[in-house]
């Protein structure tokens, strides 16, 4: 596949082009482009473009960019706005595989010699006898001189390689090998027996903490063998013994593992020959930034090391493949904050207004996979994994817009939550609906499959016919708080129905109070179970023909109305599921038993609905993405 690179230089003079598009027939016009082409070109079939760039510098509105098979490495920045009856579209050829790429290559390797590690060894001490000492005798270390930024970010043959770093967490990034903190620890000290490098090898290091909900990175003062100093006490929830993982890096002496590297001062070492491989860096945040277009359509198109964002209104992205949108390693420093604005300034970004994202798949994200801020954006039928690898308040979609729609979207194998609302007051209401969302908290211990939060009126929004299930659990430390839909420090006026659960640790739905209210939120026909949390105030509230026990319900006078709701005793007779099939046989106690609530109980066949989120008779909705 031709690889074109996109040098800064080149997108300036394109932007500023006095280029004159070439003359056009009257209404829209398709121009062409081919990784082979020529800017100077007329952008014709026969005389294609060699940069989607181009393309966006002469298009009007009515007019479609049609790429050719190849990868193209630059940011496209459209100069005009279609409009609601005449689009800009931005699409693959048919039966083309076009790939906009975020990265650079690395070249210039060779191979780390016995001189060169005496070399190291003589400004770093702690090299001799060190894994990476033995790796550099195996022949296994490479170098190349390349200058990279702050938080590189490294690719094999479209592999991300992490970073060395204590302990080696292999390459799967929301599921590592972890290390605990030991008895003793505090907010300052790390103690852990097992780490057992000298007195000051960590010196100057990254430390990577996470506990509870929040995850935080610092620098280490001192260290010895089982012991790490904080330069500055951990903030936001802090650490404990036992219940934080935390992880090491910013030291050569690691390098000793497949699929990691080191980079400092200009020197770029890799673990394994990188002969007859593509060894890239990350050289750009944005493949398309339609922070200023309207009306623009984007189709077909694969997206590697780099994502998209729009500010503009009525943009379309579709049948998108999106890899590895955003990265970063480094968190705000201890004490200062709880890395709420990460999950809120990543992944695929709709801003603006009536943006919709659709048809897609979207993997690998150090953050949130989707980002719906501004109003009426809209995710539809994706398929989206393998995001917030960091663990932090990131989401596979997080929602802090007004008006948003999430609907029939797969989401797996998040390290926080599948989805997330958080927002304060004065909002439209959301809707989450017919998702399938499942592995969530693979790299926290206080998530959900749907998190809302926090004290906030949210307006009505809604939470219906999703599956919520299976929470991903951190080996050997103890979860705080997973359920399939979790309404975390006083939410109010939610509404959840039809929604079903399974293999959450605090059943489907949970409500956590915030000074111990946690009023007008309706919780109808859930399979699964509700657990109530710190509740002691909650008028208006109504929990009602569910199916699976109401957990700490609050003492008389609290205003909560709780009935019709069948408990985990009893069993609801379901047809099948094992194979996830949730609708009642004939027999079932759920018949007949439930209390009316138009657009709730709707569609069954029997005098009086049915408890739970399937009417017996009625139709067998399935969710998550279609395609």
């Not at 689009?87 to 060779?110: C, H, L, S």
């Not at 593992?257 to 007859?276: I, K, Q, R, T």
């Not at 489907?508 to 309706?522: F, K, Q, R, Y």
Request: with cysteine; glycine share 12%; charged share 10%.
């Amino acid at each position: 596949m031709a690889v074109r690179r996109w040098s800064a230089a080149l997108a300036v003079s394109l932007l500023a082009s006095p280029v004159v598009a070439p003359a056009q027939a009257a209404g829209p016009t398709t121009y062409y482009v081919a990784p082979a082409g020529d800017d100077s070109a007329a952008g014709t079939s026969t005389a294609p473009f060699q940069h989607i760039q181009r393309c966006a510098t002469v298009m009007v509105a009515g007019d479609t960019c049609e790429i050719r098979s190849g990868t193209y490495h630059e940011t496209v920045v459209p100069a005009a706005s279609g409009t609601s009856s005449a689009p800009i579209t931005y699409q693959a050829a048919a039966g083309a595989t076009v790939r906009v790429d975020g990265t650079e290559p690395v070249t210039g390797f060779a191979k780390v010699t016995a001189a060169d590690l005496a070399s190291l060894e003589a400004s770093d001490a702690y090299l001799a006898g060190s894994d990476f000492a033995t790796a550099v005798g195996q022949g296994q270390i490479y170098r190349a001189n390349v200058t990279l930024g702050a938080d590189p970010q490294i690719f094999v043959d479209d592999q991300m390689y992490i970073q060395a770093q204590w302990p080696y967490p292999g390459l799967d990034l929301i599921n590592p090998t972890i290390e605990r903190t030991q008895t003793g620890t505090t907010n300052t000290t790390i103690v852990d027996a097992n780490q057992s490098r000298p007195a000051g090898y960590w010196n100057g290091a990254t430390v990577l903490m996470s506990y509870w909900y929040a995850s935080q990175t610092g620098t280490v003062a001192s260290s010895s063998p089982g012991s790490i100093t904080l330069n500055a006490a951990a903030g936001c929830a802090g650490i404990n013994a036992g219940d934080t993982r935390y992880a090491l890096w910013g030291k050569l002496g690691e390098l000793a593992h497949p699929g990691e590297w080191f980079y400092n001062a200009g020197a770029l070492y890799l673990y394994g020959d990188p002969a007859g491989h593509a060894v890239r860096a990350k050289a750009r945040d944005l493949a398309f930034n339609l922070t200023s277009a309207s009306y623009t359509t984007v189709r077909n198109l694969d997206i590697f090391g780099a994502t998209l964002k729009t500010s503009g209104t009525n943009n379309l992205f579709d049948g998108l493949d999106a890899r590895y949108l955003t990265h970063y390693t480094q968190l705000t420093a201890p004490g200062t904050s709880c890395n709420v604005s990460v999950g809120v300034s990543t992944g695929l970004q709709l801003r603006g207004s009536n943006n919709v994202l659709q048809n897609s798949t979207i993997a690998y994200s150090a953050g949130s996979g989707v980002l719906l801020a501004g109003t009426n954006n809209r995710v539809d039928n994706n398929k989206i994994s393998y995001v917030d690898y960091m663990g932090t308040y990131a989401s596979g979609i997080a929602v802090t817009g007004s008006g948003a729609t999430v609907t029939r979207n797969t989401v797996t194998d998040v390290g926080r939550a599948d989805v997330s609302l958080v927002w304060g007051n004065g909002f439209s209401p959301s809707t989450i609906s017919y998702n399938d969302l499942s592995g969530y908290d693979h790299l926290s211990t206080d998530g959900a499959a749907v998190y809302l939060c926090c004290g906030s009126d949210m307006a009505g929004t809604t939470v219906h016919h999703n599956w919520l299930h299976d929470a991903a659990n951190l080996p050997g430390i103890n979860a705080f708080a997973e359920a399939g839909a979790y309404a975390d420090n006083g939410q109010s006026n939610l509404v959840f129905h039809n929604n079903v659960g399974w293999g959450n640790l605090h059943h489907t739905i949970m409500l956590h109070g915030l000074n111990g209210a946690s009023p007008n939120n309706l919780v109808y026909n859930n399979d699964g179970g509700v657990y109530l949390l710190g509740i002691t105030s909650a008028s208006g509230t109504q929990i009602v023909n569910n199916l699976g026990d109401v957990a700490n319900p609050p003492a008389a006078g609290s205003g909560i109305t709780i009935s019709n709701n069948l408990p985990a005793s009893t069993d609801p007779q379901y047809v099948d599921p094992a194979g996830l099939d949730y609708r009642l046989r004939a027999t079932s106690p759920a018949r007949n038993a439930a209390t009316p609530i138009a657009g709730v109980t709707d569609g069954s066949t029997d005098p009086v609905p049915s408890l739970g989120a399937y009417q017996y008779g009625g139709t067998f909705w399935i969710p998550g993405a279609t395609w």
